[in-house]
């Protein structure tokens, strides 16, 4: 079991818990990131009830994080913009967007576009960060993933999180992706990739990345 201090490494650390279908005990949701606060977590992401409950009580700059349209990214506009303003109006200072996949697959620049940059000048309304989620699965290769990457990139998105991580993501797989992707396009990367094994403790070393997401199933190996 990998077990190591979060402060051991030097780079930006969350923990997720909207990527479930079970519905989480908020009172141990809370107690858990407090716990893990302390030991060097920097942000939260998390759906709209919790964060109603524990926004009151996070520290200055602590990022946390809702998601809009997820898992699908299939949804209208102004349903996309609804939720990510309620969210925001609920204490959160960062939205995780997901990229709208009718766009992607039909190669939809324009509207794509518009999407994102109504929902970038909602989240500047709301002094908050635009974080793009989408699948490099879905992509015939990286290289592929990184044009549209740096789309995202001259749309003035502010963080790219790579995956949906709604089913497993094979960590050295996502790690890879998203060390190739900050280094050829800029945009700041979250790995989340399913961290289970001593060897990707020791990748995640050597990753030269913006930060890493964990979850429910795998918290416990991130801090001791």
Known sequence: MVSWEMKDIKMYYEYCNYNTQRILNAKDEMGKVFDMIDRGLNGFCTDIFQ?????????EGFVLAGPVDYPLGKSDR?????????????????IDLV???????????????VDIQSMRQICKDYNA???????????????IFIQVVKLLRDYKIDFLIPSTAYHNDDFTDNL????????????????????????????????????FRFYPSNYKMVYK
């Not at 349903?79 to 204490?91: D, F, N, W, Y």
């Not at 396009?185 to 990345?209: R, S």
Request: hydrophobic share 35%; charged share 25%.
């Open 129 to 143: 960060t635009l974080r793009i989620v989408t699948n490099w699965q879905d992509d015939k290769n990286v290289e």
């Open 176 to 211: 890879i992706v998203s060390h190739v992707v900050q280094e050829d396009t800029g945009v700041p990367t979250i790995c989340n990739g399913y961290l289970y094994l001593d060897k990707h403790k020791e990748q995640l070393d050597k990753a030269e990345i913006f930060g």
């Open 51 to 59: 964060m109603r409950e524990i926004a009151q009580f996070l520290p």
């Open 78 to 94: 102004k349903v996309r913009q609804h939720e990510a303003i309620t969210l925001l109006k609920s204490g959160a200072n960062a």
């Open 99 to 113: 990229c709208h996949r009718h766009y992607l697959m039909n190669n939809d620049w324009v509207s794509l576009k």
